[in-house]
T-cell receptor, first 112, second 113 residues
């Protein structure tokens, strides 16, 4: 199948380590943010979201941090596993827009 | 329940031909989105439906692209006079309302030769 993100920034981590993927968003009016995971040949899969009235949100093994001052979003994955290998996209939306705008993506590679 | 379903999964067509791509959203989802994803890029917004109406079609690249959602459920993206530059993965997503979690289908990979 088609490979997603052949020329994307790549983060390589060892299995069991924590991963941090960063994203700079563009619109200061955005108030809703989502992280998606995309495996080759598949559509993006929702991981976690956060609204602008929060600066941190935790899920199962994942944490999203939002810094509105510098328009920065990060995704932390604890105890990274081989199944976490994929391309990760951040997306932003807001009260004044009806669509999500996606970032360029980061490829996460997990090696044993 | 079923997720977002897109058909066909792959479509190869000749330059100049007409194609239709179908999206079956999650039942009950009123918001439906079409995105296009080129190799190595994030998805790019094309059009958004709220119910039957196209609430925002600002992402459609030109008038060769058109989409409908006549009954507020299934949507069809139509591309006339296809060009090689139209080759991409076309993704459909649906959500219960706008600006909430959007669920994506697996996409249709369109190749124009």
């Amino acid at each position: 199948g088609e490979s997603v993100g052949l020329h994307l920034p790549t983060l390589s981590v060892q299995e069991g380590d924590n991963s941090i993927i960063n994203c700079a968003y563009s619109n200061s009016a955005s108030d809703y943010f989502i992280w998606y995971k995309q495996e080759s040949g598949k559509g993006p899969q929702f991981i976690i979201d956060i609204r602008s009235n929060m600066d941190k949100r935790q899920g199962q093994r994942v944490t999203v941090l939002l810094n509105k001052t510098v328009k920065h979003l990060s995704l932390q994955i604890a105890a990274t596993q081989p199944g976490d290998s994929a391309v990760y996209f951040c997306a932003e939306g807001g009260w004044n827009t009806d669509k999500l705008i996606f970032g360029t993506g980061t490829r996460l590679q997990v090696f044993p | 329940g079923a997720g977002v379903s897109q058909t066909p999964s792959n479509k190869v067509t000749e330059k100049g031909k007409y194609v239709e791509l179908r999206c079956d959203p999650i039942s009950g989802h009123t918001a439906l989105y079409w995105y296009r994803q080129s190799l190595g890029q994030g998805p790019e917004f094309l059009i958004y439906f709220q119910g039957t109406g196209a609430a925002d079609d600002s992402g459609l690249p030109n008038d060769r692209f058109f989409a409908v959602r006549p009954e507020g459920s299934v949507s069809t993206l139509k591309i006339q006079r296809t060009e090689r530059g139209d080759s991409a993965v076309y993704l459909c997503a649906s959500s219960s309302t706008e600006n909430t979690e959007a669920f994506f289908g697996q996409g249709t990979r369109l190749t124009v030769v």
